[in-house]
Structures are given as C-alpha cells and as structure tokens.
C-alpha cells in the first residue's frame, strides 16, 4: 500500500449514476497471462493488465525469480525463461493481500529445483494454505507453514520445491479455482499426467490459457459429472499477444450502484462474461435488475461484451447454493442490492467467505445493520430483509464501517453509501488499489456526468 496510515472516505447520497465507462483489467486473468508469460519461452506482450497491487505483487515475485517484465505505453511485455527455468528468489516473495498470487506461486515452485518463503499482509496472514499444501505435498514438495492455535496453516511460509516432482490425480475437496490452479502450475514442470477431478465447475482460465499457450491439456466430463483436467508435462509454452477483459468482478460494484441508484443508466465497455465468473449478473435479473449484454465478443478465448444497466425496482430472491462458485467473489455487493429489494433474499453454501481477505459474511452483516438494514447471519449464508428501494439510514447518522483491509467490503459500502440517508464512512479506502485503481475517481465522475 502507498500510505501507512487508513485512509477514511467518505460516500454521500448520489444522483443518477449516468455515462459510459471502463473498468480495469481482470484479475483472474492478469495473474494467470504474467504467469504463464513467464513459462514461455520468448517474450509475449499483455495488453489491459490489471495494474493492482495484487496483479504487481505477482509480477514483482515473478521478475525475483528470473522474468524480465516490462512496461512501455500501455503494453506489457514478459521475457519467460521456460517451465522449468525459474531462479531460485534472493529475498521472502512480498504477496502483499493477495491471496491468488500466493496459491498460484505456491504451485508454481513446488514443481521447481528451488525454494521461496511467503509472507503477507495481516489480511492474508490469516487464510488457510492448507488447501494448496496438502496437493502440492503429495507431489512431492516439502512446505512448512506457522501454525495458528486453531491448528490452520498460515503465511509465513517456505516451499522447498522438487525436481522432478510427482504427477497425481487429485480431487478437489473444495471447489476452489485457486487450488486447482497450482496444481496445473505444478503439473506443467512435472514428467507425467497431472490430473484433477473437479466435481463443482470454478472459473476455468487457468484451463482456457494453458490450452492458448500450446499446453497439452484436456477436460472432460466423467460418468458422475465432474470435470476431469488432464495435463500432461513437462510442457513447453509458447509466448502469446494477450488481451485482457474488463473484469466481471470491478464491473459488479457499478452494476449494483446503477441498479440500486433511482435514475441511472450506464453503459460498461468490455466486460468478460465466462459463464463461470457471470452468476451474479444471473441472480441480479432474477431479482428484476434491467441488465443487458450488448456487443458479443470473444477476445483472446473469453465472452466479452458491453453491459447497459438501467435503475430497477429490485425483488428479494432465494440464491441457489450451486450458483455460488460463478459469483463468490460478489456476494458482498449482493448483500447491497439484497439490502435495496423487496422482501427477503436468503443466500447459502457460503463458508468460503469466511476466509477470503476478511469474514465476508460477518463483515458485511456488521456494517449493514450500521445502516438499519436487518440481517440475520446464519452458519454459510446471510438472510437480509430489504428495504423496498428506500434510503438506508441506521441509529448514527453516519457510520463508520470497518472494512477488515478488504477491498470488495469497502467498495460494497462506498456503493451502499449511494443510497443512505446522509452517507457513510469507510474506514480505509486503500485495500482497494489491490483489485481497482481508479474506483473512487469512478464512482465520483458517474455520479455527476
Ligand atoms: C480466484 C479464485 C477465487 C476468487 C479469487 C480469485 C482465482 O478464489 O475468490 O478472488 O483467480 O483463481 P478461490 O479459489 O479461493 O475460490
């Protein structure tokens, strides 16, 4: 983060949110382009990179092992030193808050004769890498992580990698895209089929790139309906032109700020639409949301399109569990647009937001009732009685919410702000460099164009 210091933002009631706009690069997919860009060998150029702290994070450890990653205008370009030629790092990798950075370069240097400590954030230092540890163990790797008292294996933590490591057949305990991904990233420097049953489908870049970038990858569907991945290494990557989406998860926040805002209309150039990352513009339709996708496209093998939202009169809905994976990272703003709807919206299944960069489900529970919002907040899910379109205003005229150094909890209440009777603080507005540079210029020049 830039600053030391919290940076408290406040967000006033807005007027009609109108104009067309951008959002920044895909997060999913910036990672993913650097890092295989870095496998390649020769130089592929990335065109809207996400420039967020977490996309840097990952350039940063990735240049420590070796890559040459440069900038000029706007194009990125990445040197790649092969699959199996990484470096071995001089100092510990800096992942800042980003926990998809890790994840991925766990699995990346498991499979390599070297070895990397990880340290983090307070946000990161607390979630689980049990779930990469124990996969990349089994390959071989030897990782030790600090133990937390509720036995949960946390950053700092230090992988000793293994060459040539051993393939496996893994099925995923938790749909997790993360976990599946450093698997695929150990499996691409390990002699063999790398393969991994996945019974609930997550975002499917990792599988989508691998495939563009010349990898010998294939997926299937079994006789139960799990995907099967099947990666057989060591492989040799090829560098790529890649062009990077506007990512579904930033557009999100606008979306729900023009549904909920009387008045607006907005158009967002360029958004990716993977059905694996798309629920939430699925829940919001069902809910009444005026959404629509315009000028279908595929770019560099993803969905793209211009989406134009319009104000709505939004319905409470039941959100099925099974819609979860293709919108986790959403549920925040949800909670937003629940909060806005008529009657009830029920969510379940969602223990997983309980280790993202904070306890989503708490988090978000907490500073929705801050605004009069009631909200019950079960075991996996949040239960939030709407206000039928009618400004939030709690006890405080103007609450300060906690965000917990997580960006999607700041921007969910700087969108939720927009509809309070006099507005809110946020605590901190940093954490949001991490996903969205630019957000509160956004938000701010939407509101009065
Ligand atoms: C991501 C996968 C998801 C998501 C995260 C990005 C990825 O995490 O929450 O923001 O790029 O693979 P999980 O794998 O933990 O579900």
């Known amino acids: 983060m830039t ?20 959002v920044p690069g895909d997060k999913s997919i910036s990672h993913r382009a650097l890092i295989f860009s870095a496998l ?3 130089k592929s150029r990335i065109t809207g990179l996400l420039e967020g702290e977490d996309v840097l994070a990952t350039a940063d450890a990735l240049r420590a092992m070796g890559a040459r990653i440069e900038k000029k205008n706007d194009v990125w370009t990445v040197h790649g030193v092969g699959v199996g030629g990484l470096m071995q790092p001089k100092n510990a990798l800096a992942m800042g808050n980003s926990g998809t950075s890790t994840r991925l370069l766990m699995g990346l240097i498991a499979s390599q004769g070297i070895s990397a400590t990880f340290i983090g954030d307070a946000s990161l230092s607390k979630r689980p890498m049990g ?5 990349l163990s089994q390959m071989g790797a030897d990782i030790r992580a600090r133990e937390t008292s509720d036995h949960k294996a946390c950053l700092p933590l230090t992988v000793r990698g293994i060459c040539p490591a051993v393939p496996i ?3 995923l305990p938790i749909a997790s895209a993360q976990v599946k991904s450093a698997i695929l990233l150990a499996g691409l420097n390990t002699p063999g089929i790398t393969r991994i049953v996945e019974p609930v489908l997550t975002r499917d870049h990792s599988e989508t790139m691998l495939s563009g970038f010349g990898a010998e990858i ?8 799990c995907r099967v991945i099947s990666l057989t290494g060591e492989a040799e990557l090829k560098p790529q032109k890649i062009k990077v989406p506007g990512d579904p998860s930033s557009a999100a926040f606008l979306v729900v700020a023009a549904l909920i805002v009387p008045g607006s209309d907005i158009i967002i150039e360029n958004i990716g639409i993977n059905p694996t990352r798309a629920g939430l513009f699925e829940v919001l339709q069902n809910m009444g949301g005026d959404i629509r996708f315009g ?9 793209v399109a211009d989406i134009r939202v319009k104000h709505s009169h939004l319905t409470g809905i039941n959100v099925p569990a099974d819609i979860a994976p293709s919108m986790i990272d959403e549920f925040p703003i949800l909670f937003v647009a629940a909060a806005m709807a ?5 969510t379940h299944g969602l223990h997983e937001l309980r280790v993202k960069e904070s306890d989503r489900l708490s988090q978000m529970a907490k500073g929705l009732g801050l605004l009069g919002v009631q909200v019950t907040e079960g075991d ?8 039928g379109g009618k400004t939030l205003a709690g006890r405080q005229a103007k609450p300060v919410i906690e965000t917990a150094l997580d960006h999607r909890i700041a921007m969910s209440f700087a969108v939720a702000g927009l509809v309070t009777k006099s507005g809110l603080s946020i605590d901190d507005i940093r954490p949001v460099e991490t996903s969205f540079p630019g957000f509160d210029d956004l938000i701010t020049k939407l509101a009065s164009s």
């Open 40 to 42: 390649a060998i020769g």
């Open 218 to 225: 294939t997926v299937e569907t079994d006789a139960k309906g």
């Open 342 to 346: 008529s009657g009830e919206t029920t």
């Open 380 to 387: 996996d899910g949040l239960l939030i009685e709407g206000s």
């Open 295 to 303: 000028k279908k496209r595929t770019v560099g093998g993803e969905p």
């Open 131 to 135: 779930r990469v540890i124990e996969p």
């Open 3 to 22: 600053s030391n210091t919290p940076q408290p933002t406040t967000f006033k009631p807005s007027g009609p949110l109108t104009g067309k706009i951008s």
């Open 169 to 171: 057949e893994y099925r």
